[in-house]
């Protein structure tokens, strides 16, 4: 039997800035040019002014728990040896939320407004994978 591959993103022209970036361990997100919305992920189009113009600007690496789950089943078989994990819903403190993965503290100890900053893990493929941990 072989291995599972985790699956790899699907990298595009919208997408490029955030990975590269990420491949330098930083969390750039979209700031539209015309109102100033920051967003995140990558969006073609201002969810509040419809502006196509935007540009990328770099997190300050400061967020909170907003939310999390806890995976005990693998949708993916590539993720069974992985199991559990913490999947996190984090609030960036420039205002959009963000999906990654948790590390560093125990169920228990979580709670919504947890202090936490960001860091990039790469997985076997070399892809960056957002992580959250405990700021401090």
Not at 50 to 61: N, P
Not at 76 to 87: G, K, N, Q, S
Request: a negative charge; proline letters at 7%.
């Amino acid at each position: 039997m072989t291995a599972e591959k985790k699956p790899v993103p699907h990298e595009t022209e919208l997408s490029k800035p955030y990975w590269d970036a990420a491949r330098q361990g930083v969390l750039k997100i979209q700031k539209c040019s015309n109102c100033g919305t920051v967003r995140h992920y990558p969006q073609l189009v201002c969810v509040e002014c419809y502006s196509r113009e935007y540009g990328w600007t770099e997190t300050s690496g400061k967020s909170t728990l907003h939310s999390w789950t806890i995976a005990h089943h693998a949708f993916h078989a590539a993720f069974r040896d992985e199991l559990p994990y913490i999947l996190a819903t984090v609030d960036l403190e420039e205002g959009p939320r963000a999906l990654g993965r948790l590390v560093g503290i125990e169920a228990q100890d979580l709670k919504i407004g947890l202090p936490l900053r960001y860091s990039f893990v790469s997985d076997e493929n070399g892809t960056p994978i957002l992580t959250f941990h405990p700021a401090g």
